[in-house]
């Protein structure tokens, strides 16, 4: 009954893997597409968020390809525990980098990207940014909000205010 509980539990986490892996790849395939409808878009990040984010791609990719390769190595050497801490790091690194991913913030001469949406500044209304590194605005008479903490506030309010 264990062992048939932990193979669905780690079907699960694969269809995690698969699921968040597929968000960053379209993130990732997002931001190269916008970057060739406007050159002039770059990531607004303080210096905090250029080392968080620099380093959680690292571990990301470390992690997520270890993670694989121990997945691989524990199904070609019948160790189920091995198999299933790769699957677990792999998922883990996934889900952490899914979400990061989700919110980064890049600006330009008249966009903005946030996570895989592209805003056009003349068409924002109520931009409000709220003490708890939070943004909030109102676009095509939808809120939206995103964190601020790794992104450089001066430089996304001068291009806002433009």
């Not at 379209?26 to 905090?48: A, E, G, H, P, Y």
């Not at 943004?135 to 790794?150: G, L, N, W």
């Amino acid at each position: 009954m264990a062992e048939i509980l932990l193979s669905i539990f780690s079907f699960l986490l694969l269809i995690i893997i698969l699921w968040f892996t597929y968000t960053i790849v379209n993130i990732v395939v997002t931001i190269f597409r916008c970057k060739k409808l406007d050159k002039s878009l770059k990531f607004c990040f303080n210096t905090t968020g250029k080392i968080f984010y620099g380093l959680l791609t690292i571990l990301y990719i470390v992690g997520f390809i270890g993670g694989i390769g121990a997945m691989v190595y524990g199904l070609f050497n019948d160790s189920l525990t091995i198999y299933r801490n790769g699957l677990n790091v792999a998922a883990f690194m996934s889900v952490i980098f899914g979400y990061s991913a989700s919110s980064l913030v890049m600006i330009g001469r008249k966009n903005m990207m946030v996570g895989r949406m592209m805003i056009d500044y003349r068409k924002l209304k109520k931009v409000n940014f709220t003490y708890n590194n939070k943004m909030s605005f109102v676009y095509a008479q939808k809120d939206y909000s995103f964190s601020t903490r790794f992104i450089d506030k001066t430089e996304l309010r001068k291009i806002i205010s433009k």
